[in-house]
């Protein structure tokens, strides 16, 4: 299995960064034979969207369309392509995923998908490029907010379950929302996030 753990923190060694730790130590526990790597977003040329549609209109049967921009993405996409799994991990900014992950997201949307699926009456919308089937969790990461309240800030879980489903065919098989983690510490969601890892295997 090769595991793909993004996170779209803008700070490293904090939540975020430690609950997809603690999530990757649940899977190795379950799993010897397991390649990982981990990308910080924050770390990469990662440039915005031009909406050029080159992807989008690309006639390409290869799984990942050509993108005009030449950046990191150009060799974060063979990661993404050579993945099996996927943890996204974000904290949640004004009750969305941060700028840096919205970005990746968006690169990713028609590069890996193209617009031939129809919902309801409305046609054009993104199916994947590929039929390879991938396995994905979420990480969620508030500083104040509790989980109690998450429907009134977390649009990120949804987005990224929503993304990854069109664009990367992968199934999301858990996700975490750690909230209030302020007040309760990030060990509070240590043992969660474990078992989060494990479902992959």
Request: proline share 4%; glycine share 6%; net charge positive.
């Amino acid at each position: 299995m090769n595991l793909l753990a993004i996170n779209g923190s803008p700070r490293k060694g904090k939540a975020t960064d430690t609950l997809i730790d603690k999530a990757i130590e649940g899977v190795s526990s379950e799993s010897r034979n397991c390649n990982i790597k981990k990308l910080h977003l924050i770390d990469h040329d990662i440039q915005f969207c031009q909406n050029c549609l080159a992807c989008r209109d690309s006639k390409t049967n290869k799984p990942v369309a050509k993108c005009t921009l030449q950046d990191d993405m150009d060799y974060i996409r063979e990661d993404v392509l050579n993945s099996d799994s996927l943890i996204f991990g974000t904290p949640v900014h004004m009750g969305y995923a941060t700028a840096v992950m919205m970005t990746f997201l968006e690169r990713i949307c028609w590069t890996f998908a193209k617009p031939e699926g129809k919902l309801l009456t409305i046609s054009g919308c993104p199916i994947p490029r590929s039929n390879k089937n991938r396995k994905s969790i979420i990480i969620v990461t508030s500083g104040i907010v509790p989980p109690i309240f998450r429907k009134f800030c977390d649009d990120a879980t949804s987005l990224i379950k929503q993304t990854s489903k069109d664009s990367l065919n992968s199934k999301t098989v858990g996700d975490l929302y750690a909230g209030d983690i302020e007040h309760r510490g990030v060990e509070y969601y240590f043992e969660r996030a474990i078992s989060l890892g494990k479902k992959f295997v």
